[in-house]
């Protein structure tokens, strides 16, 4: 009778123990044992991030356009001609590898470019047309295109890269990158002469899918 009392005294004393221990793991911040002993539930999968507006693209696109400034007054007076079709295609070409590399369509890019470059047209033609009606306006130093202009433009280059990297998925939305390519170029547009304008308009006219 005593070796089975104290049988059950040893049995409660052990479950007690259990039990302290089992709230002692759950207050220092361990996991609470689950019904049946099954591990718990992992936590919720964190959410994708949102697609990127294209606000970026817009700004980058305002940034070239005022580098065509530039370039005119590093052509005005020289017989350079605007169209420089050779350069022109280096220019794509070199823009369709690079984009490869972060992920982005060369076709896509290659197009993308070709616009930035006729809207940079657009300003030079509109800024000789404006110095050969008033030589008062002409510009009064000539940059100079290899060491000064083409720098500015490597830069530019690979800023637009990643913003078309970074706005794939919004661009390949077609309603969705209508709608904020529409804000963005009025946004961007705001701070731009007419002639400017014009070239923006240019600039993002390929920007989403047609149709």
């Not at 005022?66 to 169209?83: C, E, L, M, S």
């Not at 690979?158 to 990158?177: G, N």
Request: hydrophobic share 45%; charged share 25%; net charge positive.
């Amino acid at each position: 009778m005593i070796t089975a009392r104290r049988r059950l005294a040893c049995r409660t004393a052990l479950g007690a123990l259990a039990v302290a221990a089992t709230a002692a793991t759950a207050g220092c911040g361990g996991p609470a044992p689950s019904a049946g002993g099954a591990p718990p539930a992992p936590p919720p999968a964190a959410a994708p991030p949102a697609p990127a507006s294209l606000t970026a693209l817009a700004d980058v696109a305002v940034r070239r356009i005022r580098v065509g400034d530039t370039v005119a007054a590093a052509k005005f007076g020289t017989g350079d001609p605007i169209d420089d079709p050779a350069r022109e295609q280096q220019v794509q070409a070199a823009a369709g590898r690079r984009a490869e590399a972060l992920g982005v369509d060369p076709a896509e890019a290659a197009r993308f470019f070709a616009d930035q470059i006729e809207a940079s047209k657009v300003v030079q033609r509109g800024l000789y047309a404006r110095w050969q009606a008033d030589p008062a306006q002409r510009p009064a130093g000539r940059p100079d295109l290899a060491t000064e202009v083409r720098p500015q433009l490597d830069v530019i280059t690979d800023a637009v890269l990643r913003d078309l990297a970074d706005t794939a998925a919004t661009r390949h939305d077609a309603t969705r990158c209508r709608a904020e390519l529409a804000a963005a170029h009025e946004r961007a547009g705001r701070p731009l002469d007419a002639l400017h304008r014009q070239a923006l308009d240019v600039a993002l006219r390929t920007v989403c899918p047609a149709g």
